[in-house]
């Protein structure tokens, strides 16, 4: 068995300190994009709720979105649902704030807290795959689980 990246450990005591066991799967394949990750755990690629970091900078506020593999953030829909300018954020942000590269940011273990959302359409599945701490690990865990431990807001967000 492959030896736990530092990252994927800081995921796996976040989830564990919420009464929560995850089983990170390491993968040879890349999971960067929503596709690859769903080819290499054989799911659905509406499964995979992929990370998408945000900075507003009014609020200097970190924003974490989780959204459904095919589906993209429709920002002008978010503003009207949040009153939240976002703006993406490049990959030094992402990693100076979460600690996690873009293509691994997992939903537990950053360095800030982000503010969390969550694209409604995820709901439709009892369980998702989220990024595990590197750009190739995932993990599964409930829908439930995710919303509780984030207390993300759901939104339409396409």
């Given at each position: 068995m492959k030896k736990k990246h530092n990252s994927q450990l800081k995921v796996i005591d976040a989830f564990k300190e919420q009464g929560i066991e995850i089983e990170i799967f390491?993968?040879?394949?890349?999971?960067?994009?929503?596709?690859?990750?769903?080819?290499?755990?054989?799911?659905d690629i509406k499964?995979?709720?992929k990370s998408i970091v945000?900075?507003?900078?009014?609020?200097?506020?970190?924003?974490?979105?989780?959204v459904?593999?095919?589906n993209r953030v429709n920002l002008e829909s978010f503003k009207n649902q949040t009153n939240l300018s976002i703006e993406k954020a490049d990959?030094?942000?992402?990693r100076d704030s979460t600690g996690f590269a873009i293509g691994g940011v997992a939903p537990l273990?950053?360095?800030n807290k982000p503010l969390y959302f969550f694209d409604n359409t995820l709901v439709d599945f009892d369980e998702v795959w989220c990024a595990?701490?590197?750009?190739?690990s995932l993990f599964k865990l409930k829908t439930k689980d995710l919303l509780k431990v984030t207390e993300a807001k759901i939104?339409?967000?396409i």
């Amino acid at each position: 068995m492959k030896k736990k990246h530092n990252s994927q450990l800081k995921v796996i005591d976040a989830f564990k300190e919420q009464g929560i066991e995850i089983e990170i799967f390491n993968l040879d394949v890349s999971t960067k994009t929503s596709q690859e990750a769903a080819d290499a755990v054989n799911c659905d690629i509406k499964q995979i709720a992929k990370s998408i970091v945000f900075f507003e900078a009014n609020q200097n506020k970190l924003i974490q979105i989780f959204v459904s593999g095919p589906n993209r953030v429709n920002l002008e829909s978010f503003k009207n649902q949040t009153n939240l300018s976002i703006e993406k954020a490049d990959a030094d942000y992402v990693r100076d704030s979460t600690g996690f590269a873009i293509g691994g940011v997992a939903p537990l273990g950053h360095k800030n807290k982000p503010l969390y959302f969550f694209d409604n359409t995820l709901v439709d599945f009892d369980e998702v795959w989220c990024a595990a701490g590197t750009p190739s690990s995932l993990f599964k865990l409930k829908t439930k689980d995710l919303l509780k431990v984030t207390e993300a807001k759901i939104l339409n967000i396409i």
